[in-house]
Nanobody, 128 residues
Framework: QVQVVESGGGLVQAGGSLKLSCTAS????????MAWFRQAPGKEREGASC?????????YAASVKGLFTVSRDNVKHNTVNLQMNSLKPEDAAIYYC????????????????????WGQGTQVTVST
């Protein structure tokens, strides 16, 4: 049974940093691309970042590029991390991790239909 579990959410002050982790089980991570989506209150869910595990190619939404970094954990190889720096109040959201039905991200990585497995989400709150 495939499971995708996010962790690391919490409360952080504006300008601070937070690292989210996504641990996948029941699948071979190299066979998937993994993405982070987020949903703020009253807004639609949007893609934040995607990583093709085999190649390490990454994609970022314009709003987080240069601030967020997605990577595969060097020790826990079934885990993908999202390092978030210089957080702003508008970054507050529920962050979801998802496994792509394809093994690679692409220009269409934001399309939710490309993702087969989703986590339950982890809450990120940014205080001013």
């Amino acid at each position: 049974q495939v499971q995708v579990v996010e962790s690391g959410g919490g409360l952080v002050q504006a300008g601070g940093s937070l690292k989210l982790s996504c641990t996948a089980s029941g699948l071979t991570l190299e066979d998937f691309a993994m993405a982070w989506f987020r949903q703020a209150p009253g807004k639609e869910r949007e893609g934040a970042s995607c990583i093709t595990i085999r190649s390490g190619v990454v994609y970022y939404a314009a709003s987080v590029k240069g601030l967020f970094t997605v990577s595969r954990d060097n020790v826990k190889h079934n885990t993908v991390n999202l390092q978030m720096n210089s957080l702003k109040p508008e970054d507050a959201a529920i962050y979801y991790c998802a496994a792509n039905v394809y093994s690679y991200c692409s220009d269409f990585w934001r399309l939710e239909g490309r993702y087969r497995y989703w986590g339950q989400g982890t809450q990120v709150t940014v205080s001013t």
